[in-house]
């Protein structure tokens, strides 16, 4: 194992990295004046562009939902990546190499992954060429009679995997790729005479993660004569987890990000489906059950929103019916709403928007059900209910889903549905009810916050203050634009300025907390870490106050005179005090009247010290 990416390298990564570069791969930026950029927010839904960036600054704050960061924090929310998966890719999209504490040298990110997928991506590139080659016409036509033309096929990668035992495992050696690495990607199986294609006379779909790196193949049948599954997938390797990737989630990501609603499918061509007839939030899991791991994906995206939706699609045969009794099973660790949709006639989503076209795909979704009452009813189905016995069994299977509902206000609505549905008196149900959610076994919500230890009740959470929160006055508007300049412009201002800058009197009392924040981080002045040594050293409840001043566009419009402004508006600030000064001084030498008295003359002296400090804070 490397070690720790070294702390020099992160820093010059990040300052060599142009934020508005990196931003307007995903947003439209516009300039907003000098080193300010804006546009609408990635993060949420909006009208008009709150969202703005600093290029200089290396930093961004959106004003409508509070979101702000570097470099290395966008990308995490975007692509869903760790710190150091965020510094590897800047590092590579600027061609810097890094190195680490341990050995310093650059990091092989566990068996040879970068190999590994590097001939993944090659093999989705070979796939996709095989499609369109006179023997891809097998793939061709399986995906035209599922509704997908080629510029579908070209939009998700879909390729076309050739009958013959070695065309890619020949394709990529001849790429320098070694049979072992061909083997540890899962792309050959290993037989006696050695490697052979793993996916053969089939059409293919790339798994990728949300960066879209190619992590592995999932390939259906399309011959008589083959003997294989129906559906084939990459098996295990250090690159591919299968519990672990949603297929459609580089394309979904960002639609599940900002409309906090997630659909889940249950193939490939479903996906392709749902997409293209506009649900762009579906995903799919890969040869594998809806688990936790799952969950914890799609959490990370949508956030812990108890206004999110999942939607599970199944189908209504027996095995549809046990899928969403195992995604139920796990319906608690998601804050989100969860549904289920079902779509008539036994129609998948690719078969419905085949038969009935892409508004039924939609409308689909618009009939979901919540997933509690789906399996609610799939629970009562399995027993007579016209014998004792076997409304007995149904209200012993269907209390405890009725136990397990989140919200506990529904439960007595429901107990008196399943009372309903069964044929029975509510007291009974209610009793069942009871006795299942005293049950051990019986599935319960996790909490919101992790456990404190001691017992011991959370502080309630301080307000957040904004920069819209503080007063429209004179004073107050010198000192905001005093601070903004401080912290946008204090390498250019000078160490010597801002030094006198931090002792300046600050009357608004949360301007005050930043103006301390900087006094705290004013060794970090100058280089990368400086605005998050701010941010570190201020109150939890004024972060996103400095992350405003920080963004803010600042008043003077003009470039060749924004250093001039930034030193002038904190002189005007450090003027302020030494005038209140001079003022306090006249009025004690006024109330002793004797000009010859030794306590005025001491007076004198200090006031023309005083005027001196002013002449020389103009003529820095």
């Not at 966008?74 to 998966?85: G, K, N, S, V, Y």
């Not at 190619?214 to 299968?242: I, Q």
């Not at 399943?418 to 051990?440: D, I, N, S």
């Amino acid at each position: 194992m490397a070690g720790r990416i070294r702390a020099s390298d992160v820093e010059e990564v990040k300052r060599r990295t142009n934020l508005g570069d990196l931003v307007g791969d995903y947003v439209t930026l516009k300039n907003a004046g000098i080193d300010s950029m804006k546009g609408l927010c990635p993060f949420h839904d909006e009208r008009s562009p709150s969202f703005h960036v600093r290029p200089a600054l290396g930093y961004y704050h959106c004003f409508g939902c509070g979101e702000s960061g570097d470099a290395f924090t966008f990308l995490q929310r975007m692509d869903h990546l760790t710190f150091a998966e965020s510094v590897e890719r800047l590092a590579a999209r600027i061609h810097y190499t890094l190195t680490y504490e341990e050995g310093g040298y650059a990091r092989e990110e566990g068996p040879n992954r970068a190999r590994l997928l590097a001939a993944n991506q090659a093999a989705a590139a070979f796939y996709v060429a095989q499609l369109a080659s006179e023997e891809g016409a097998a793939g061709r036509a399986f995906l035209e009679q599922r509704g997908f033309d080629p510029a579908a096929a070209e939009l998700f990668g879909v390729g076309y995997a050739p009958r013959g035992w070695n065309s890619l495992t020949d394709h990529l050696k001849a790429q320098g790729y070694t049979p072992a690495e061909l083997a540890q990607a899962g792309l050959v199986s290993e037989g006696q005479r050695g490697v052979y294609d793993r996916f053969r006379g089939r059409v293919v779909w790339p798994i990728r993660d949300t960066s879209g790196q190619t992590l592995g193949f999932g390939a259906r049948k399309l011959y008589d004569d083959d003997n294989g599954p129906k559906y084939l997938n990459t098996p295990e390797s250090p690159v591919y987890h299968k519990s672990q990737v949603l297929y459609g989630l580089d394309q979904a990501k960002r639609a599940i990000s900002r409309g906090k609603r997630a659909v889940i499918v249950e193939g490939y061509t479903d996906v392709m489906a749902c997409h293209l007839a506009g649900i762009d939030t579906a995903v799919a899991t890969c040869g594998t059950a809806f688990g936790k791991d799952h969950i914890s994906i799609l959490r990370r995206i949508m956030g812990d929103d108890s206004a999110a939706e999942v939607i599970f699609t199944f189908d209504p045969d027996e095995a549809g019916q046990k899928a969403a009794l195992r995604a139920f099973s796990e319906e608690k660790r998601f804050t989100a709403q969860t549904y289920v949709a079902v779509a008539p006639e036994g129609f998948d989503p690719c078969d419905l928007r085949l038969h009935r076209g892409d508004e039924a795909v939609r409308e689909l979704f618009t009939r979901k059900q919540p997933l509690f009452e789906f399996a609610l009813r799939q629970a009562v189905s399995r027993f007579d209910l016209n014998s004792v016995e076997g409304r007995v069994n149904a209200l012993r299977a269907a209390a405890p889903i009725v136990a397990e509902i989140k919200d506990p206000s529904l439960r007595p609505g429901y107990a008196r549905e399943l009372a309903r549905m069964l044929g029975v008196e509510l007291g009974e149900v209610q009793h069942a009810v009871r006795t299942a959610e005293r049950t051990p076994q019986a599935a319960r919500p996790e909490p919101p916050e992790p456990q404190r230890q001691g017992g011991h009740a959370p502080a309630p959470a301080q307000p957040t203050v904004r920069l819209s929160m503080l007063r429209n006055t004179p004073t107050t508007r010198l000192e905001r634009d005093a601070l903004m300049a401080m912290l946008q412009l204090g390498d250019s201002v000078g160490i010597d300025l801002m030094q006198q800058a931090v002792t300046a009197q600050v009357n608004e009392p949360n301007l005050r907390a930043v103006r301390d924040a900087i006094a705290a981080a004013l060794p970090a002045i100058g280089t990368p870490a400086w605005l998050d040594q701010v941010v570190a050293a201020t109150p939890e409840s004024h972060r996103g106050l400095v992350r405003e001043l920080a963004v803010v566009p600042m008043p003077e419009r003009r470039a060749e005179h924004l250093g001039a402004y930034a030193k002038d508006v904190i002189v005007s600030l450090l003027d302020r005090d030494l005038v209140g000064l001079k003022q306090e001084l006249l009025a004690r030498m006024q109330r002793i009247g004797d000009s010859s008295d030794a306590s005025s003359r001491r007076l004198q002296e200090q006031l023309v010290a005083l005027e001196a400090a002013r002449r020389g804070l103009r003529e820095e």
